[in-house]
């Protein structure tokens, strides 16, 4: 076995993979966690180095002494990709720059970037510091709007204004709501902050790819299509299902990756997976986000759908490889992710009599405890995954999804 490693930054991913990929690539497997973590199963690292990611700066000095043999880095989680960049630079590994990481990390900065390259893959936006602010930006463009966190991920904190009373109610509600959520999900080196947006009409979908060290994207087969909240009528903006893969004119598809590669440059981004989200009409494509990372769903959908290993391709990227993206289409593949329309005690999912036929089936929330809608902060009720070759089949299997409800008290 090769004596250098392979390390993950910050938090692990307990559904990942990794472990077992970095170990067949020949390399020993460790994991920089954060202090403010418990590491559940240190055993099947073969080093464990505990790291104070508020004080990353101060602790690069201490790294130093410890010869870590660093080959690569690795990082799942949003919120320690800038860390990810700060150690790449300081031991000279693969990883994108602390520009770039800052870019893809913070939604105004994001925002601020596409416009500079392009302004029509973006839609227009300004930061909302103060209710003066945010109703200026409404005066000047038309409802609805979207309130959203520079620096959470998922949908938390993202809030449609469809006129003046719910953008000043939703502006007071985030304001109050978005300190605790950064403290929650240790976004650190950030302060909090929200900006206000156009809304963009449209369908919703989202490309993965691999940046190399030139900056060149690697894309994957297959556009995965995403249905939100709004789109099967509930007035939240989590993404209810994500589905792989869709059909699409080839000048549509065309047209995708060329805003993608837009996107991905506009950011800068080398040497990191980026994950696409994209709006689109049958004539417009504008960007949602771009995110630093493969995106919690894609490793396990690209796998049934393509028999891709995107984790694996992670790998190799961190190493200075080039990704191998070649795969035959195999399943179709949903994720569905299951978030009550109020807040309430979890009482349970109804219509869960056929959840065997599933390939995935997990409730997250336990009896009793306190769930409810992801603009409000929470995270789903119940994950649920559905894979079939045969296309009838697997419409059989998600139109039983959808008629699962989350019940609370």
């Known amino acids: 076995m090769n004596s250098s490693y392979i390390y993950i930054v910050g938090q692990p991913d307990p559904s990942s993979d990794v472990l077992a990929i970095i170990a067949r690539l020949g390399y020993k497997a460790g994991i920089l966690i954060d202090t403010k973590l418990t590491l559940k199963n240190p055993n099947a690292y073969d080093r ?3 790291v104070a990611y508020d004080k990353l700066d101060e602790e690069l000095l201490r790294l130093d002494t410890l010869d870590l043999n660093i080959a690569g880095l690795l990082c799942t989680y949003e919120n320690y990709i800038v860390a990810k960049a700060k150690l790449g630079a300081h031991f000279n590994v693969p990883a994108p720059s602390i520009l770039s990481a800052k870019l893809a990390t913070d939604k105004s900065l994001m925002r601020r970037a ?3 390259a392009d302004r029509s893959i973006s839609p227009d936006f300004t930061t909302a510091d103060s209710l ?8 000047a463009h038309s409802y609805p709007l979207i309130i959203k966190p520079t620096n959470l991920v998922k949908s938390l904190l993202v809030l449609r204004c469809d006129d003046e009373a719910e953008l000043i109610e939703n502006f007071n509600y985030a304001s109050e709501t978005i300190m605790a959520l950064y403290e929650q999900y240790h976004i650190y080196e950030r302060a909090p902050q929200l900006i206000v947006e156009e809304f963009i009409v449209g369908k919703q979908c989202s490309i993965a790819a691999f940046v190399d060290a030139d900056g060149t994207p ?3 087969d297959g556009i995965v299509a995403l249905t939100n909240a ?3 009528h509930v007035s939240d903006n989590y993404l209810y299902r994500r ?3 869709t059909s699409l004119s080839e000048d549509l598809t065309r047209k995708m990756f060329d805003v993608a590669e837009k996107g991905i440059r506009a950011l800068q981004m080398t040497s990191v997976p980026a994950h696409v989200e994209l709006m689109y009409t049958d004539t417009d494509v504008k960007i949602i986000e771009i995110g630093a990372r493969i995106g919690g769903y894609r490793p396990r959908m690209y796998n049934f759908s393509y028999g891709l290993n995107l984790t694996e391709q992670e790998v190799r990227l961190a190493l200075g490889q080039t990704p191998e993206l070649k795969g035959t289409f195999q399943n179709y593949c949903a994720v569905y992710e299951l978030f009550p329309e109020t807040e309430g005690a979890f009482n349970g999912i109804s219509g869960e009599e056929n959840t065997d036929a599933f390939t995935y089936y997990r409730v ?5 405890k306190k769930v409810g809608p992801a603009k409000n902060g929470y995270k789903a009720s119940a994950i649920i995954i559905v894979v079939n070759k045969d296309e009838n089949t697997f419409n059989e299997l998600c139109a039983a999804v959808d008629r699962l409800k989350v019940e609370v008290a």
Not at 132 to 139: P, T
Not at 364 to 368: D, E, K, Q, R, V
């Open 218 to 220: 690697h894309f994957c």
């Open 243 to 245: 589905a792989l893969p």
């Open 132 to 139: 003066e602010d945010v109703l200026a930006f409404a005066r």
């Open 230 to 232: 709004q789109d099967i």
């Open 364 to 368: 997250t929330a336990a009896p009793g």
């Open 48 to 50: 464990v180095v505990p």
């Open 114 to 116: 596409f416009l500079d």
